[in-house]
């Protein structure tokens, strides 16, 4: 298990003339993955490595290319993750004003 940290991350305290408290947010982000039984937990921890950024570019590239959204040479790094955007999120339309 990976132990817990917590930094606080501002320019200045109110002690030393910066902001005030008043003006600071307090955010906590939390992560958790639960398992359905202890096979399931050490296949998860048996599995290989993360996958490399360029592994993962070449995986999105060839699912964008099954979905007919690419086609041609390989595009920048930028472009697949803008034709994943728009093929896998569905935002709800924008409201009326």
Do not use: C, H
Not at 30 to 49: I, Q
Request: charged share 30%.
């Amino acid at each position: 298990m990976q132990s817990a940290a917590f930094t606080i991350f501002a320019p200045r305290f109110p002690e030393e003339g910066g902001e005030t408290w008043g003006d600071m947010r307090f955010s906590i982000s939390w992560k958790a993955s639960g398992y359905a039984d202890e096979v399931e937990l050490r296949a998860v921890r048996g599995a290989p490595e993360d996958l490399a950024p360029s592994q993962i570019l070449e995986l999105l590239v060839a699912d964008l290319r099954r979905r007919g959204r690419l086609q041609g040479e390989n595009p920048d790094g930028r472009t697949p993750a803008l034709l994943f955007f728009e093929e896998s999120v569905r935002l709800p339309p924008a409201p009326e004003v």
